[in-house]
């Protein structure tokens, strides 16, 4: 049984996923240290480009080969510009689930790119790798990514109590940590059926390994 993904890129009619590559360390370590993400996100703060680099050369490759997801960079296919991330996780290839993760940059957000990378994500999961389920989970109080699950099709399955830490700045300017309940939703593949081209931007194609 396969347990790795493969090593492919996935294009809409406005996005092209792709893997990371060492050019992309100065513009994911901006984007990372934007405010919402830091706010809803684990990551380092501040986000250097020393993590940055950790990450596109080591840590997101890892997910692959290890089996465990697989990394896109999300570029604007007119201005090859990094519009954000998508990260497929925790995978489990005996049930054929994922659970699906997405940062946008703050330059390209309302664009609805985050639902159209999500849901060409999603296609390709079902479509090329045949899985049955991917999941998501938002911070309660995060609408913006809850929006994006309802507007690809998913379905809400439930709130886990206290189950993430969040932060949010106190008076003093500084980052703390609170706690927050998520929101688990799952989508299958015939929860599909009636999204697709609307909100993909006309569907998605893939291509084969990178070299």
């Not at 049984?1 to 090593?7: A, E």
């Not at 501040?46 to 997801?69: N, V």
């Amino acid at each position: 049984m396969t347990t790795t993904f493969p090593n492919i890129s996935i294009s809409t009619e406005r996005l092209v996923l792709r893997p990371f590559e060492e050019l992309d360390i100065e513009a994911f370590a901006e984007m990372m240290n934007d405010e919402l993400v830091t706010a809803w996100t684990s990551v380092p703060q501040p986000y250097t480009e020393a993590d940055a680099r950790a990450w596109i050369t080591e840590l997101a490759p890892a997910e692959r080969t290890g089996g465990r997801g697989i990394v896109f960079a999300v570029d604007e296919f007119l201005t090859q510009r990094l519009v954000g991330i998508v990260h497929l996780q925790n995978t489990d290839w005996r049930i054929r689930s994922s659970e699906l993760s997405y940062v946008i940059a703050p330059w390209a957000r309302g664009e609805g790119y985050a639902s159209e990378a999500a849901l060409a994500t999603a296609q390709w999961l079902f479509h090329d790798q045949k899985f049955e389920r991917l999941e998501l989970r938002t911070a309660a109080d995060n609408t913006a990514s809850q929006q994006v699950a309802q507007k690809i099709g998913c379905i809400s399955e439930g709130v886990l109590r206290g189950a993430w830490i969040a932060r949010t700045r106190t008076d003093s300017g500084e980052w703390t940590d609170v706690r927050t309940d998520l929101i688990v939703w799952s989508l299958l593949p015939e929860d599909l059926e009636g999204v697709g081209d609307q909100a993909a931007g006309g569907g998605f194609s893939s291509f084969g390994e990178w070299n």
